[in-house]
């Protein structure tokens, strides 16, 4: 009897261990732009969500389906958009296909990712956001002005292929893998796609639409191009600054974050716009404008934490696609107010700490204070060359801009 007794015991433990195995988890699609009429990109993103706070990620596959008016009876070439999965390496390598027929994007699962101890590949996702891929989409002719209503897939087919969305984790270490659809084996996680808890009595066999994300083309785009002098790599290039600051969920093909406005040629007292983004290690930033900017003259007033406060000279915003550079000349920078940190390459000036429009020693208190703290891995404005340290190291930029008198200039 207290045999039988212990093997159920046993046989209840071990269920319970096997749904505590069970990860939940929540994809969704995030970060849209178009990077020009054709040329469409959107961020597939993972986090652990309700009781669970961390989970190993092995693979990732998915169908996403979209609408076909925005297709605009073109066809779609896949890729992932490079050095943006955020996965362990080696990263989302999945194949993708267009089903032309079904208008659905096929993400095919991660391939060499082996469920052997030797070859540990996973990736722990945790409450905060992870990249999975970011997909970018290029078609043969160009968007229309439809949304793109990307849906997940919840039902496979075989011809033509359509992909059901699913993941699989590492239950325990290395050894064992499970997925959503693991054969003759229920899942107790709970999935969510697109903030839809994934059920297989679906009415649609799709997710809902992530609605706050789900723009369409109607409007310009503005892609910029610039340098921040203390982040400066060399090879016209920055520093990977949030990866050194210790910022989560970025790329290290990231730079910053900075705020753009647009004021108007006739009255720059005025902020017609203003968008906020992250500028990539290239120095580019893609902006996307209100429909109302296009066919008018603006100043283009970069603001960045650390810098000076810089404009550039009057643009005039096409309807759909402008490109203004920073970088290949000093008079590219309202009154030639750049610094020269590389044969032809010119930058926005550092050491503005407290963002009054000069480099002074009104700017020396806090960097002072970092400095003594001995502050690091954290997202420090006072750490100007951008190395992840408030030190020694980053006190010549600033003490040269101060002697230099360095100040923004505008109109």
């Not at 955020?86 to 659905?104: C, F, M």
């Not at 060499?112 to 956001?129: G, M």
Request: with cysteine; proline share 5%.
């Amino acid at each position: 009897m207290k045999i039988r007794l212990l093997l159920v015991f046993a046989l209840i433990v071990q269920s319970v261990i096997v749904k505590a195995q069970d990860p939940s988890a929540s994809f969704y699609i995030d970060h849209p732009m178009y990077i020009s009429p054709s040329v469409y990109e959107f961020d597939v993103m993972v986090k652990a969500s309700g009781s669970t706070t961390a989970f190993d990620l092995r693979t990732f596959q998915a169908g996403i389906y979209v609408n076909s008016s925005w297709v605009n009876g073109g066809t779609l070439t896949l890729t992932t958009a490079p050095g943006y999965s955020e996965l362990t390496s080696p990263s989302y390598n999945g194949a993708y296909q267009w089903n032309a027929t079904d208008k659905l994007i096929n993400c095919s699962v991660n391939y060499n990712v082996k469920p052997t101890p030797s070859t540990c590949i996973s990736t722990l996702v945790e409450v905060l956001p992870l990249r999975v891929a970011r997909i970018r989409a290029t078609n043969s002719v160009s968007y229309g002005c439809a949304t793109p209503d990307l849906k997940f897939n919840y039902v496979a087919n075989n011809s033509p292929l359509r992909l059901r969305t699913s993941f699989s984790w590492r239950a325990s270490g290395c050894t064992t893998n499970y997925e959503l659809f693991y054969p003759g084996r229920t899942y107790n996680g709970v999935a969510k796609f697109n903030d839809e808890t994934y059920s297989t009595s679906d009415a649609d066999a799709r997710s809902i639409v992530n609605a706050p994300v789900n723009i369409g083309n109607c409007f310009p785009l503005l892609e910029l191009t610039l340098m921040l002098e203390g982040y400066y790599a060399g090879g016209g290039t920055m520093q990977p600054v949030l990866l050194n600051q210790a910022v989560k969920s970025v790329s290290y093909l990231q730079t910053d974050s900075v705020t753009v406005e647009l004021r108007p040629e006739a009255n720059p007292s005025i902020v017609f716009a203003t968008i906020r983004g992250v500028v990539m290690t290239d120095g580019k930033i893609t902006c996307a404008l209100p429909a109302g900017a296009a066919g008018n003259s603006y100043y283009i007033a970069v603001y960045h934490r650390s810098s000076v406060q810089t404009w550039s000279n009057p643009v005039l915003i096409d309807p759909n696609f402008t490109t203004y550079d920073f970088t290949d000349l000093a008079s590219k920078s309202f009154a030639d107010n750049a610094s020269s940190v590389d044969a032809g390459v010119f930058a926005f000036y550092s050491g503005d700490l407290n963002q009054d429009e000069f480099v002074d020693g009104n700017d020396y208190p806090s960097f002072d204070a970092g400095n003594s703290a001995g502050l690091s891995g954290d997202y420090y404005a006072e750490d100007m060359n951008g190395d992840g340290f408030v030190d020694g190291n980053d006190y010549p930029l600033f003490d040269q801009n101060n002697s230099l008198g360095i100040s923004s200039i505008h109109p």
